[in-house]
Structures are given as C-alpha cells and as structure tokens.
C-alpha cells in the first residue's frame, strides 16, 4: 500500500511539472536558470530536569541534516515556471518528536520518504512548484509556495493575485533616473525652479497672512477687546487649542482622500467667512460670544486647510537635487512672517480697531483663494518625479516615452 501511494504521489508530481514546461516551453523565446546548493546542520540541544522533552529524547538531544537543492526556472514571454528539488536526509533524536517532513498539511503532496527508521529518514520533494502569468496589471501563481502560506496552513488571496502594478515599478525606476539626468542645477534661486519658489513663498506667507499665529498668541487680548473678561477669554483660548486638535486629525485623515489643492480650497472659504464675520462683529459691537464662535470657525479652518497641507505641499514641489533647500525657503519664509506678525501686532492693537486688522486679514485670504483657483497644483497622488517633470524647467530635452526601458 505504501508503495502504491508513493507511486500515485510520483505520478502526480511529474503531471504537474510536464503540464507547466508544456506551457512555457511552447513559446520561441525561452530563457533558462539553472542552481543549487547543499547544506549541512548539526543542532544539540540539552534539555533540564523539568522538560518534557526528556520523556521522548532524555536529557541531551543531537541531529544531523544534509539537504540538498537544485533550482530549475524557465521564462517565457509573461509565463514562468519555477521548480525546487530537494533531497534530505535526516539522523537524530528530534525525529523521535516530529518525524520527517511531509505535506499532510499543505496544497500539494509532492514529498516522497524513500527511507525511514525510528531515529533516520531519507526523502526527496518538489519543495517549490508553481506556474505563473505576469502581466501590466497582475500577476497570477498557482501552486505549491505560490498559493499556500505559513506551511500551507492558511491560503493567503495576496499570493494567488498581486494587486500591484509590476509596469508602474518600471516607470517609477525610469522617472527617478529621468529626474537626476534632468535636473543638476543645485543652486536653488535659478529660472529653472522659479514656479516651485513661487508656490512655497505664497503658501507659507498666506499661511501666517490668514492670523493665525496673531489669534492664538494674542487670543486673550482679542477676547477681552470683544467684550469677555478676563476669566472667560482664558476659558476661550482653551477652547481654541481643542479645536484645532480636532480639526487638525481631520486634515490629516482628509489630505490623501481629497487632496492638497481641495482641502486649501476649503480652508480658504472658512478663513474668508469667519474672518469676515469677526470683522462685523467688532464693527457692530456683537457679543463677545459672537466672536468666539467665529474664531473657532476660523482655527478649523485653519487645521483642516493651511495647517493640515502647507508642509505637505512644499516638500513635494521641488526636484530631489534641492529639495531640502526648497523646503528651507518654504519653512523660513514661514518664520520671518510669523516673528513679524508677532512683533508688529502689540503695536497695531494699540493704534487700530479690532474691525480693521481682521478686514486685512480677510483680504489676504481673498488673495489665497484666487492664488489656490489659479496657481496652485494638486500634488495628491502623483509622484516627486512627476512633480519636478511638471512644475520646473527642463535643462535636457525630455526622453521620449519609447526611450522608457
């Protein structure tokens, strides 16, 4: 019976490796690779008073392994086929605990036991066949290391289809080499990057030209000119920082789904609102509470737009040669216009009314939403390299798409 089940075993296997060359070697253009290798194992193990293992091996346990491979893979066009043969030949005590390998458990029963004794084992396998169609959009194995995972007791889907692309880690490749031939001018103020330039300085000055640094600093102070005291602005500012936490988490789960450009759009509309009712209130005296509300409309907007996208988008808009660079510019032009904001507004609160400085503050955002309708690029989703292809000079002549090899 044993033989019989041997036999059928073998007869299995040579069925799945005739019908797998049969379909790659019908192709003209076939490539072989050939390998192999042998390894040698020597394990002891000693094991004390209190293990179990000493009821099956006693206190000391040797085992002695020989193994060896040979690899056989054939390509053809978008088809491959991949085989491993191993010969193994096992001697120890840890056989008295496991026995030799065996696919009871796996997809395919490809293992056969040419010898075995009580503490010795001598087998042969296909420890790995598949057959395998590559494509522009998926790839499909089936078969022994192709569908079966953790030693065949689960079947991961991921193994049976890739839902990778394997033509977009071509033209990722291609864009990167593209982008260092393309772009080697280091210095950062040249006509070649004078879009991206542009885009960090007006993203980082509209982002300091919205108030924001100006609200949170002197929350207090403006509270208290709205008509709050003293203990309800305080209470107030709080309440600002939990708004912006909130809204904040909200930005960052929303900039990959909707996108730089759309988030910035809305949080221009927010600033332009808020701002322009917290000018009427001050104008018409309102209540305090008033304008407590529309600041608060104001800080989330702020952390759902400018706050969530201003670093985001200006790492993204510049080649790799200077990107550190492009970033440096983004964040001290963010900088110096917070530190004057910060120095100028204890003088300005003295000398204007509160209507006044929010006005200009609303209408700096007027100019960020028509610099974010006209100017501004949507970044999400596309890559560094097609960024700097798109938003800075050329200082080669673009390959063509037929040189994309």
């Not at 690779?33 to 000493?54: A, I, N, W």
């Not at 600093?217 to 708004?243: K, M, Q």
């Not at 097609?386 to 002549?397: R, V, Y």
Request: aromatic letters at 12%.
């Amino acid at each position: 019976d044993a033989s019989l089940m041997t036999s059928s075993r073998m007869r299995r296997s040579a069925a799945l490796v005739f019908l797998s060359l049969s379909a790659v070697a019908a192709a003209d253009d076939l490539t072989t690779e050939f390998g192999g290798h042998t390894k040698f194992r020597l394990v002891g193990q000693s094991f004390p008073d209190d293990s179990l293992f000493r009821d099956f091996v006693g206190s000391d346990s040797v085992d002695v392994g020989a193994d060896l491979r040979l690899n056989l893979k054939l390509n053809s066009g978008n088809w491959t086929f991949d085989t491993a043969y191993q010969l193994v030949g096992l001697q120890g005590d840890g056989l008295k605990l496991s026995g030799p390998p065996n696919d009871d458990r796996r997809l395919l029963d490809l293992t056969d036991i040419i010898s075995e004794g009580s503490d010795s084992a001598i087998l042969h396998r296909l420890d790995r066949l598949w057959l395998g169609y590559t494509s522009e959009k998926a790839v499909v194995r089936l078969g022994r290391q192709a569908l079966s995972w953790g030693n065949g007791l689960a079947y991961a889907p991921m193994d049976l289809v890739n839902p990778f692309d394997p033509a977009s880690v071509d033209r990722t490749i291609w864009e990167i080499r593209h982008a260092q031939l393309e772009f080697t001018q280091d210095a950062l103020f040249t006509r070649a990057y004078l879009l991206p330039i542009l885009l960090a300085f007006l993203v980082a000055a509209f982002n300091q030209l919205s108030g924001i640094n100006f609200i949170i600093y002197f929350a207090p102070r403006i509270f208290e000119l709205a008509g709050l005291d003293s203990s309800a602005a305080l209470l107030s500012t709080a309440g600002i920082g939990l708004v912006n936490l909130v809204f904040t988490m909200l930005g960052l789960y929303l900039i990959d789904r909707a996108g730089r450009k759309t988030l910035l759009l809305a949080g221009s509309i927010g600033y332009i609102l808020s701002l322009a009712a917290v000018t009427w209130a001050f104008g018409a005296e309102a209540s305090g509470l008033l304008v407590v509300l529309f600041v608060f409309v104001f800080i989330a907007s702020h952390a759902l737009g400018q706050g969530a996208v201003i670093w985001v988008f200006i790492a993204e808009i510049f080649p790799n040669n200077i990107r550190t660079k492009g970033q440096s510019l983004g964040a001290g032009t963010h900088w110096v216009f917070a530190a004057l904001i910060t120095l100028l507004m204890p003088y300005l609160l003295g000398r204007f009314e509160g209507e006044t400085i929010f006005a200009f503050f609303t209408a700096m955002m007027c100019l960020q939403l028509a610099f974010v309708l006209f100017l501004m690029p949507e970044t999400k989703g596309k890559s560094l390299e097609f960024l700097a292809e798109h938003l800075s000079a050329h200082e080669h002549p673009s390959f063509s798409d037929a040189e994309r090899t």
